[in-house]
């Protein structure tokens, strides 16, 4: 199956700065790439997809590109606020199943 | 729109016992949906992909036998723990195929969180 790799484990930043998390896949098949934020205790919540024949989609604050060559993508969160603060899931996923596979996770903190 | 619900949010039991967990996509039809578990500060581990009508699909390493599933409609999906063991305690997740956007994507339930004594 798929492998997700997912880096930093654990991201503090200031109020108002950027944070970025990157994630790796392996299976080139994988054609849909959701990124979930989840707080403790609760269902993740989808923040920002992108699809395999796309590059980069921005949504307000956040953004996601993809880079499918070298197989990584990555989230941008500019001007972080503190409740941005959360644990950030990547996931790939590949057809036709569609099947989820998640990164390890990012547990960022938000400094204000 | 594309709301799912679980059910129980929890539960308690003795070790030796069956637990079923309810999975339903509230206001749309979900041909497929999916199971996952966590363990605390870990990521979401695929453990099954639900199919009405048909047999779950499972992930290696998940015991089928352990973790009965049953997609019997459009809008209900059930784990079954069989003989839940204090290892078998963790928060189990299901998600439902949905569309956003126009685009096909999982919405996910808020999660049930069982424990084994």
């Known amino acids: 199956g798929e492998n997700v790799e997912q880096h930093p484990s654990t991201l503090s930043v200031q109020e108002g700065d950027s944070a970025v998390i990157k994630c790796t896949y392996s299976?080139?098949?994988?054609?849909?790439f959701p990124w979930y934020k989840q707080e403790l205790g609760k269902r993740p919540q989808l923040i920002i997809d992108?699809?395999?024949?796309?590059g980069e989609k921005k949504d307000q604050r956040i953004a996601v590109t993809l880079n499918k060559t070298a197989k990584h993508f990555s989230l941008h969160i500019t001007e972080t606020q503190p409740e941005d603060s959360a644990v950030y899931f990547c996931?790939?996923?590949?057809?036709?199943?569609?099947?989820?596979?998640f990164g390890t996770g990012t547990s960022l903190t938000v400094i204000p | 729109g594309a709301v799912v619900s679980q059910h129980p949010s929890r539960v308690i039991c003795k070790s030796g016992t069956s637990v079923k967990i309810e999975c339903r996509s509230l206001?749309?039809?979900?041909?497929?949906m999916f199971w996952y578990r966590q363990f605390p500060k870990q990521s979401l581990m695929l453990m099954a992909t639900?199919?009405?009508?048909?047999?779950?699909?499972?992930e290696q390493g998940v015991e089928k036998d352990k973790f009965l599933i049953n997609h019997a409609s459009l809008t209900l999906s059930t784990l079954t723990v069989t003989s839940a063991h204090p290892e078998d305690s963790s928060f189990y997740i299901c998600?439902?195929?949905?569309?956003?956007?126009?685009?096909?994507?999982?919405?996910f339930g808020p999660g049930t969180r069982l424990l084994v004594l």
């Open positions: 992108i699809r395999s024949n796309v």
């Open positions: 639900s199919n009405e009508g048909s047999k779950a699909t499972y």
């Open positions: 998600s439902a195929k949905g569309l956003a956007g126009g685009q096909e994507t999982q919405y």
């Open positions: 206001d749309f039809q979900a041909t497929t």
């Open positions: 996931a790939a996923s590949i057809p036709p199943g569609n099947q989820f596979y």
């Open positions: 299976d080139s098949a994988s054609n849909y």
